[in-house]
């Protein structure tokens, strides 16, 4: 069996600034307050909580008195009140993200309707949603059928501007931008996506295209790994995705020549390595070089 590995793995820029931040503050301060999951990893979690990073899911449960604001941002309200309950915060907000933060202010000083291309649940869609002055005004849409139930339900008004959830895919914004383009005659758009993110699904898609099975390892928590194994199962439909390297079924792998590996955004490089390593192990490539 060949095992190639995508060229791009490991954390992305804001995830590992994110994790480095958060190992200064702990060593310096000792114990941390987060809401929610600084990154989707397990792994990478439990090592953060042994330096003292806790997990809260309301501000009055932070004892430490400061707080740490994860890659994916947070409402400025949340902020806000943070500060006003006598916090000391702690931005590790990705540089991306807040830049799609201010992308959707600035569409909504100029008298647009925002329209934030992404899930609704996610962190980072509540963060930009929650940075506008009046989060109620605007929408976050996640397909075409949703465009198309929000036309038929007259929820937009004009004009309208587009910015988009940093991770999501580019066939997907497409998609709904092109949608939105039949029933909005007025339409302004910030591309919010992130281009490492994109050049990585590039990437594994060009290596999901010459392999017989890809893998994708990364959290089921995590949103951009599930975002990437749909992607690459519409390019090759033998895509499976695991945690790690413990996850892998290797009976499934019996007789296949060659296995892709790409990841996560949160998924540490050593993970893909193990996973790379289980594989080689219990399937050695034949020696091909020449007998002497
Ligand atoms: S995926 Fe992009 S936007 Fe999201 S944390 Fe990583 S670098 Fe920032």
Redesign the pocket.
Known sequence: MKVIVAEQIGF????KR?INLAKKVLSERGEVCILGDLVHNRRVSRELEQMGLRKVSNLSECSSGIMLVR??GLPAAEIERARAAGLEVIDAT????RQ?QRAARRLEERGCQVVIAGDADHP?VRGILGSLRDPSAHLVLDSVEEVRQAHAERRFRRPVGVVFQ??HSFERCHALVGELMLVIPELQIINTL?R??RNRQLDAIRLATEVEVMLVVGSFKSA?SIELTHLLRAHNPNTIQVENADQLELARFAGVKSVGIASG?STPEDVVDAVRARLEAAFPEPDSSPAL
Request: charged content about 5%.
């Open positions: 992305c820029f804001g995830v994110a890659a994916h990705c540089p991306t993200v799609a980072e940093t991770t992130c490492p993110v951009n955004l």
